[in-house]
């Protein structure tokens, strides 16, 4: 046999069938949001609230007292907006943030909720 006439072993290519893919037009479905109410009460101050808001949820002095405004008149506040177990566990700070020591007759936390924020 001439080395013209050698046999070569050609490797043999499968083409593996298609897959139908199913089509990715969803957009991933976002979890439900909710927000987080401090409630007002009349045994804890100004100070307190904004201290509260400044070591549970980063805000600074200055939107603190805004938000401790809006608690004062109109009784409630968004603190936070989130997923609900986030939510849940900043609810659960709050009511663990112990009393306002300012205030010799305060008797303990805050009062916060969730709820599902609206239209979603």
Known sequence: MSESQAAVAEPEV???????EPKQDKKPRRQPRYNVILWND???????????LQKLFGHPVEKGYEMAKEVDSSGRVIVLTTTREHAELKRDQI???????????????????????PGE
Request: net charge negative; hydrophobic share 40%.
């Open 95 to 117: 009511h663990a943030f112990g009393k306002d020591h300012r205030i010799r007759a305060c008797k303990g936390s805050m009062s916060a909720t969730i709820e599902p924020v």
């Open 14 to 20: 499968v083409v593996a069938p298609a897959v139908d």
């Open 42 to 52: 009349d045994d804890h101050t100004y100070e307190y609230v904004i201290e509260l």
